[in-house]
């Protein structure tokens, strides 16, 4: 049963994926909108760096579960 440790981890860091993706929206966004509206760009930048965060913490949780199915003893 413990290929399916290696499955459930492989599932886990799909979080990875996930959370480039938002990075990626997140930052491409705020870039469209400062190029549109470059006095508004600072006040928005507390907004950017929380979704950067938020998004982040998802991936690392993610490849945390993926650590712990691999590496935790069985039934235990």
Do not use: D, K, W
Request: proline share 4%.
């Amino acid at each position: 049963m413990e290929h399916l440790n290696y499955i459930g981890a492989g599932l886990a860091c799909l979080a990875m994926a996930g959370a480039a993706i938002g990075v990626g929206s997140i930052f491409g966004n705020y870039l469209s909108a400062a190029i549109r509206n470059p006095s508004a760009a600072q006040q928005q930048f507390g907004n950017l760096i929380l979704g950067f965060a938020v998004t982040e913490i998802f991936g690392i949780i993610g490849i945390v579960f993926a650590f712990i199915l691999l590496y935790a003893p069985p039934g235990g």
